[in-house]
């Protein structure tokens, strides 16, 4: 016997039979050793709140890595219509979002249901409505360093993205160790009696070494 966990076993925890009767279009394909691949037409229909109703297809690829949902799949439009220019990864890769926001959504709902439902339809739903408008339905971030600052800032609830390398230092400590230093909000009191549920939240979710690595990245720019 083995505590290993079998293929099936692993397809029941990520839904992916959920995912193929609600979008028929996609199918599994073979795929190289540690990774599993869905390809087809995602077909579907979405609006956001204040906008208009959107039923549109698209031909996509994911590569999903046996590590899902720790690690994140990589998903791609395989039929030419979403240009280069569009909010894509230097692998031509869709950029459905920041890699902390995606690592929350994956934290929250670990299905690969859940993670078109909730990163991919999103973006298609915002082509298609570039397309339609030449606007995008909602903002978006910012690119490089100062995307990722303004999205920690988000994620943090702070309004001045300067004070993000301080709140992504602290959640990378130990928290008792943490909520002794100063916040960095600048309220003159220590991080334990101001932003620690935020910061120690954040921290129990994505784990310490997460924001280490952030905060190393962030201090190279």
């Known amino acids: ?33 540690g990774w599993v691949k869905l390809a087809g037409v995602l077909a579907f229909a979405a ?14 690829e994911f590569a999903v890595p046996e590590t899902f949902p ?7 439009e395989t039929g030419q219509r979403i240009p280069s220019s569009f909010h894509k990864l230097r692998d031509g890769a869709l950029c459905l979002g920041s890699p902390t926001r995606l690592r929350f959504i994956l934290f929250e709902s670990p299905s690969l249901l859940q993670f078109v439902e909730r990163c991919v339809v999103p973006y298609l739903y915002g082509y298609s409505y570039f397309e339609m408008r030449g606007a995008l339905p909602f903002g978006e971030l910012k690119h490089g360093a100062a995307g990722i600052r303004q999205d920690f800032a988000s994620i943090f609830g702070i309004d001045q993205e300067v004070l993000v390398d301080g709140f992504v230092r602290l959640a990378s400590m130990r928290k008792r160790h943490a909520n002794r230093r100063p916040c960095p909000c600048g309220s003159r009191r220590r991080l334990g009696r101001c932003h620690h549920r935020r ?13 280490s690595r952030w905060h190393a990245m962030l201090a190279k720019t």
């Open 1 to 33: 016997m083995t505590n290993a966990e079998s293929v099936r076993e692993r397809f029941v925890r990520w839904r992916l039979e959920d995912l193929l009767l609600k979008y028929p279009g996609l199918r599994l394909v073979p795929a190289t050793r």
């Open 47 to 60: 609006e956001r709140p204040g906008r208009e109703r959107i039923d549109d297809e698209y031909e996509v």
């Open 70 to 76: 720790e690690g994140v799949p990589s998903v791609r």
């Open 199 to 211: 910061v120690n939240t954040l921290r129990d979710r994505l784990g310490r070494q997460w924001f």
